[in-house]
């Protein structure tokens, strides 16, 4: 299933994307997309029965929201496709590295994104995102990891890459600043993605591809991810984890960079699972 909110920020209705592309009111039968919904079999049974008899709502000038409310957490793994590493000339890490963007820095697939004040290094990164739909906590092998995941869903991984690396400390302050994280436009259920590590990736800016890869390149898999991630935390059904992104971003090419403008326009998808564009204006 595809699954999506529509409507102006904090007041999105639940709806599906049929098989037909014809978009459907699910909020008769339930309150939300987020984690209460995604744990529950019976609710996601009863969404598959009653879909072709939903309500169609009308998709013309409807605003696509983040297609998971109430998320819980965003969990981040950096450097961890081979290619974007050589480009950044950084060492192929032995375990994965593991960051947090706050759940607000969540917004919609077309939203705006706001370039920081005084940002000169503002980067994008087409990510994976995957949806947890069962709490999970030291699970043991790829098979259980794959077993907790709800969907997957297209994140960008806005980053400031001076507040990132040059002003010391964390990777947390170029990560988490306003709009950081558009995400969407659809939550596509796990069932839909058979096989996550041969998804194609793309991000274009103006119109010129920049990134085009594969999760194929991936280092550390997503059932690999999982299952590490749910060794030093845990992680409960609607949180995020954006799985890294491949080679392209501004970071990696030679001088000068093309960091983001206002003005700048960005697209991105990934094979199945929808697509974004965001305009970039000062914050």
């Known amino acids: 299933m595809k699954l999506l909110r529509v409507g102006n920020p904090g007041a999105e209705t639940p709806a599906l994307l049929d098989e037909d592309g014809t978009l459907r009111d699910l909020s008769g039968i339930v309150a939300d997309i987020d984690g209460e919904l995604l744990a529950d079999p019976a609710a996601l049974a009863r969404i598959r029965e009653a879909a072709p008899t939903l309500p169609v709502l009308d998709a013309e000038g409807r605003r ?10 965003v969990v981040c793994i950096g450097l961890n496709y081979h290619d974007h590493a050589r480009e950044t000339g950084a060492e192929i890490p032995a375990e994965p590295i593991v960051f947090f963007k706050a759940a607000d820095t969540v917004v919609g697939p077309n939203d705006t994104v706001l370039i920081p004040r005084k940002s000169v290094k503002t980067d994008w990164e087409v990510e994976l995102a995957i949806v947890i739909g069962r709490t999970a906590r030291y699970l043991e092998s790829d098979e259980e990891a794959l077993a907790h995941v709800a969907g997957y869903a297209v994140s960008n991984d806005v980053s400031e890459r001076e507040f990132q690396i040059e002003r010391g400390g964390t990777w947390d302050k170029g990560k988490n600043c306003e709009t950081f994280n558009p995400l969407g436009p659809w939550l596509v259920t796990a069932d839909e993605v058979p096989d996550p590590q041969a998804l194609g990736l793309k991000l274009w800016v103006n119109g010129e591809l920049k ?23 845990t992680l409960y059904p609607g949180d995020i984890i954006n799985t890294g992104t491949p080679a392209g971003v501004a970071m990696g090419q030679p001088e000068p960079k093309p960091y983001l403008r206002a003005g700048d326009v960005v697209e991105l998808e990934i094979e199945g699972l929808g697509r974004q564009r965001q305009e970039l204006k000062d914050a």
Not at 64 to 73: A, N
Not at 217 to 233: D, G, K, L, T, W
């Open 64 to 73: 696509i929201g983040p297609p998971l409310g109430r998320i819980g957490k």
């Open 211 to 233: 990134q085009d890869g594969t999760t194929a390149e991936q280092i550390f898999p997503v059932a690999e991810v999982v299952r590490y991630v749910s060794q030093f935390m």
